[in-house]
């Protein structure tokens, strides 16, 4: 009986079938470019934005375009080596956009009724940070033995739609650089 169960076992092992196959599609690219963000109060890793203490009667929603409590963001982007590339670009990676509005970043703490916008300096135009085509964009030069380059930005607390309530405010939002 114990003969008759290995066989039965070993003929099931033997009578499995090949799973169907698949192709892996890989792209990308490579760049000579080893870059760093930097502002005036950080590194890559961790730059903070103070939005300061803001009156919700100071702010509108983002079609209102009220920027008068806006902060500007100066970003020095350097590349350890001459840059072969004349261009960098600057897109964003939310988590998780406003519920209400997708152009805003979401906040947590206690305050409610709020996102956060990011704003081109040059046009006052609101960026919309779910689409990594939007992007802040900066020119490369020389400088020493690599090069640099400026991205500069705007930051702002916008009315979402939802019953404000007041209270502390905070969010993040990773980013991506690429260059041509």
């Known amino acids: 009986m114990t003969l008759a169960l290995l066989a039965a076992t070993l003929g099931a092992i033997t009578t499995a079938h090949a799973a ?14 080893s870059c760093e ?9 961790n ?13 509108g929603n983002r079609t209102d375009s009220r920027l008068g409590t806006a902060k500007n963001i100066d970003l020095v982007v350097t590349c350890l080596q001459p840059a072969a590339e004349n261009t960098v670009h600057m897109s964003f990676r939310p ?4 519920a209400n509005d997708p ?7 206690a305050a409610k009724g709020v ?6 300096r040059d046009s006052d135009a609101f960026l919309n940070i779910q689409d990594p085509t939007d992007t ?6 020389p400088s020493g033995t690599g090069s640099s380059g400026a991205l500069a930005l705007r930051a702002v607390f916008v009315k979402n739609g939802v019953a404000t309530v007041p209270g502390g405010a905070t969010g993040t939002v990773p980013f991506v650089l690429t260059y041509n």
């Open 20 to 33: 169907n196959g698949g192709t892996l599609n890989f792209t990308g690219a490579l760049t000579n470019t």
């Open 37 to 45: 963000v930097s502002s005036g109060g950080g590194s890559a890793d």
């Open 47 to 59: 730059i903070p934005v103070d939005l300061g203490r803001v009156s919700f009667a100071d702010i």
């Open 95 to 98: 988590a998780q956009t406003d």
């Open 103 to 109: 152009y805003l970043l979401t906040t947590a703490g």
């Open 115 to 120: 996102g956060i916008g990011l704003v081109r």
């Open 136 to 141: 802040i964009d900066g020119v490369l030069q």
